[in-house]
C-alpha cells in the first residue's frame, strides 16, 4: 500500500464536517499526511476518544503485491485502523507506516478516505480497467462504526453497480444490512461474494477479543439475513484461538450456530501472529490468560503460525461438524462442506484451506519455513 497516495495537497478543499464533530485541520496530523490534512472527533457515546484523519486518497483501486498469497489482485480499503479493537488483527502493523502504534493507535486513529466514492467511479470508468474482480475488506473493516458516520460503502456499492463490476465483501458488521438493496441489485448484474467473519460462539471470550465488534450471534444474524434475501453467504470461522476457542464442545456449538444461520460454506482459520499483532496479542494473553503464554511459546516459537498438524486437526474437526449440521446444504447431492474456499468468480488464483485434505491452512502469506507454499490471508484476521 503506497500510504503516500492519501497525502491532501496543500490548497485542497477541506472535506465538509459531519454534524457534531469537531476539526482542526494539520496540527495533530500523521507526519506522513500534508498540513492541510483534516483530523476531526466526534463528542459522541461511540467515538469518544477517537480521532479521524480526513484524506484524499490519489488513488482507490489498489493492486495486490504479487508476492501476496490472496485469492484477488485488487482491493479497496476506505479505511485503514478499524475500531473493532480485535486483539489479534494481522493489519495493526500498517499502522506503524503512518508513525502511529499498532496497538491502541490503530483502534482509535482512523484514516477515513472521504473521496472514495468518487474516485471508485472515475478508476473504475478508466480505459485500462479490464473489469476484474475486487475485493472488500481485505485490510481492515469497510463496515466498522466509522462507516455509521462517513457512508462511504453506498457510493463505492453504486458505482461497481453501475459498472457491473464483480466485487466481494467480508465483515464483521451489522451496517452491510444497510446497504442490503444495493447488493441485492448488485447481484442482479455481476458476481457478488459475501462472507461474515465469526471464529468462535463463546460471547465471553468475544467481549475480551473482539470488544468493538458486533456479537458472534448478530454477525450470524447478517449471515441470516443475506441469505433470506437470495444473497449466499459464507462464515470465515476465523481466527480460532489456540486453548481458548478450539475445545471439541466450543467448535461444535460455533459451527451448529453457522449451520443455522443458513451460511453457503464455513472455512476455519487458526490463529496467526505477525509482527505487530503479535506483541498486541500477547500482552493482552499476559493479562487475561497468564498460564497460557508457555503454552503459546511453546506452540508458536518465534515463528507467525501454528504448526501444521494442529491446523490440520482444526480443519478437519470443523469439516466434520460441517457435515453433521449440514452446512450449505441445499438439497440433494449439494456438498455441505468445500474443502477448498470458494471463490468468487474474478478470483483468479486458488485458495488452500485449513479443512482441506492436504492441511493448507488459509491465515496469511509465509509458512512453517523457506520455500513452503504457505497458507493464505482472506482478511480482518
Known amino acids: 500500500m503506497r500510504w503516500d497516495a492519501m497525502r491532501i495537497q496543500t490548497g485542497d478543499a477541506a472535506p465538509t464536517a459531519p454534524a457534531g464533530s469537531r476539526s482542526q485541520a494539520g496540527a495533530t496530523a500523521p507526519a506522513l499526511f500534508e498540513r492541510s490534512a483534516v483530523t476531526r472527533s466526534f463528542d459522541t457515546p461511540g467515538f469518544r476518544g477517537m480521532t479521524f484523519f ?3 486518497a490519489r488513488s482507490i483501486i489498489n493492486r495486490v503485491p504479487e508476492a501476496s498469497r490472496v485469492p484477488f489482485r485488487w482491493t479497496i480499503n476506505p479505511y485503514r485502523g478499524c475500531s473493532h479493537g480485535c486483539v489479534y488483527c494481522f493489519a495493526r502493523n500498517t499502522h506503524t507506516y503512518l508513525d502511529l502504534d499498532a496497538g491502541h493507535d490503530f483502534d482509535s486513529k482512523i484514516v477515513v478516505k ?3 466514492p468518487d474516485l471508485v467511479r472515475k478508476e473504475l470508468g478508466a480505459r485500462k480497467w479490464q473489469g476484474e474482480h475486487i475485493a472488500m475488506g481485505t485490510n ?10 462517513y457512508q462511504l460503502m453506498p457510493g463505492i456499492l453504486q458505482a461497481l453497480l453501475d459498472a457491473r463490476n464483480p466485487f466481494s465483501i467480508l465483515t464483521k458488521g451489522t451496517m452491510i444490512l444497510r446497504d442490503l438493496d444495493l447488493l441485492v441489485q448488485a447481484a442482479e448484474v455481476t458476481d457478488v461474494g ?6 468462535c460462539a463463546d460471547e465471553e471470550l468475544w467481549r475480551t477479543l473482539e470488544p468493538g465488534t458486533p456479537s458472534p450471534q448478530r454477525r450470524l444474524g447478517v449471515c441470516a439475513a443475506l441469505t433470506g434475501r437470495g444473497l449466499p453467504c459464507g462464515v470465515l470461522m476465523g481466527p480460532v ?5 478450539d475445545s471439541p464442545a466450543q467448535l461444535d456449538a460455533t459451527v451448529r450456530q453457522v449451520a443455522e444461520s443458513g451460511a453457503s460454506q464455513v472455512s476455519p482459520i487458526v490463529l496467526h501472529l ?6 498486541w496479542f500477547l500482552a493482552w494473553l499476559a493479562e487475561h490468560h497468564t498460564s497460557l503464554v508457555p503454552r503459546y511459546r511453546e506452540l508458536y516459537g518465534t515463528g507467525a503460525y501454528a504448526p501444521k498438524a494442529y491446523q490440520r486437526q482444526i480443519g478437519e474437526q470443523v469439516r466434520s461438524l460441517a457435515e453433521r449440521y449440514g452446512v450449505g446444504r441445499g438439497g440433494p447431492g449439494r456438498r455441505a462442506w468445500r ?8 478470483w483468479n488464483r486458488p ?12 491465515n496469511g502469506p509465509g509458512g512453517d519455513g523457506p520455500g513452503d507454499a504457505g497458507p493464505v490471508q482472506l482478511s480482518l484476521l
Open 140 to 149: 481492515v473493516d469497510c463496515y466498522q462504526r466509522a462507516e455509521g458516520r
Open 339 to 346: 474443502a477448498q474456499r470458494a471463490v468468487p468468480s474474478g
Open 351 to 362: 485458495v488452500r484451506n485449513a479443512a482441506a485434505p492436504n492441511g493448507g491452512a488459509a
Open 241 to 245: 484461538v489456540p486453548f481458548l476457542s
Open 114 to 116: 472521504v473521496n472514495a
Open 54 to 56: 480526513e484524506v484524499h
Open 274 to 279: 505477525r509482527p505487530g499483532a503479535r506483541e
Open 194 to 199: 459475501l462472507s461474515v467473519s465469526v471464529g
